[in-house]
């Protein structure tokens, strides 16, 4: 069994620049972050989208795309009016499919069968102002279906530390698994964590995390794998933006 590199975000961060300046598109990627989130989750019934600004709220707008595509209902709960170009191209994308887009107020989940959560990303630090405060309280008490994307919202990425953060069902974390993922303080905010592997070059290798059936042997770079971590890689490192 192939084992999974573990990485810092400035890692992360560094890798996904290089891969974008020298081999493929952000908005391509961010396409295959979506088809990535899309192809883990059983989805059904009213399926609400939870967005921040930045990428990480970009991934929610292409998943919003493909779901409509596929002939799902869905809507966007946005949290930030903020959008980069990539964000911002299939925010006009999911808008021309006809996808509602409402901005945050309470009670906005209360009819979900599944919340995605793409609030904040992996450079989030601190403690969460409002309304993500409210938003991210809310999705915790509801009893839908949590799916959070690259990381929990409120999680550091690094330490997997939190005083207040998303409790999913399910992670889908986009190009490799990072630190604060497996960490410790990680295990109480997520139920099943999976990688999407997007076509992301690493810029460095940091750390390796084994498997109880791994053939390779563990060292001092290696992390044992969490019970959540499921092992295979979902990849999607081929899909190409539709035209």
């Known amino acids: 069994m192939k084992n999974l590199d573990c990485i810092s975000v400035e890692n992360m961060r560094e890798s996904d620049r290089m891969t974008i300046e020298k081999y493929v598109s952000g908005r391509t990627l961010m396409y295959r972050a979506a088809m990535g989130v899309y192809r ?15 990428n990480n709220g970009g991934d929610g707008y292409a998943l919003a795309c493909i779901l409509k595509r596929n002939n799902y209902t869905c809507r966007i709960v946005k949290l930030s009016e903020k959008l980069t170009d990539d964000s911002g191209f299939y925010a006009k994308w999911a ?23 793409c609030l904040l990303g992996t450079g989030f630090q601190g403690t969460l102002r409002e309304p993500w405060l409210s938003a991210v309280q809310e999705i915790n008490s509801s009893k ?43 295990a109480r905010y997520m139920k099943k964590l999976v990688v999407a592997d997007i076509g992301i070059v690493l810029a460095k290798a940091e750390e390796k995390i084994v498997f109880a059936d791994a053939e390779t042997q563990a060292d001092d770079n290696c992390i044992p794998a969490p019970d959540y971590l499921v092992m295979g890689p979902i990849d999607v490192s081929l899909e190409e933006l539709p035209n």
Not at 96 to 111: I, T
């Open 95 to 117: 808008e021309s499919l006809g996808v509602p887009c409402e901005a945050y107020e309470n009670g906005a989940f209360a009819d979900a069968d599944v919340i995605v959560d």
């Open 144 to 186: 839908a279906e949590v799916v959070s994307v690259d990381i929990n919202s409120g999680m550091n990425g690094d330490t997997g530390e939190a005083e207040t953060a998303v409790q999913s069902d399910i992670t889908v974390t986009i190009g490799y698994v990072k630190r604060g993922l497996v960490s410790p303080n990680a």
């Open 40 to 54: 883990a989750v059983n989805w059904h019934g009213e399926i609400v989208i939870a967005v921040g600004g930045g």
